[in-house]
């Protein structure tokens, strides 16, 4: 429950075609370098925000906006 409240604020903070756009983009260049369905998927950066804190009580307290962005290099390198 906690991931998909994560993929919420993230949706929130960009607007929903926005970040549905940014996630399509991620998981396109992810299998373009060859990455597994799987692997493709949990490079995602909003995926990778929602896994790391999704075991996390009170996260969504303390998260900072666009946390997701720390993410960025494993996309855009």
């Known amino acids: 429950m906690r991931h998909e409240k994560i993929h919420l604020q993230q949706q929130l903070e960009l607007g929903i075609l926005p970040f549905h756009l940014l996630y399509l983009l991620c998981y396109t260049i992810n299998r373009?370098?060859?990455?597994?369905?799987n692997t493709a998927y949990r490079q995602i950066i909003f995926e990778q925000e929602a896994y790391d804190f999704d075991t996390t009580p009170g996260y969504l307290h303390f998260r900072k906006p666009y946390a997701w962005w720390k993410y960025r290099e494993s996309i855009f390198g």
């Open 32 to 37: 373009l370098r060859r990455m597994p369905h």
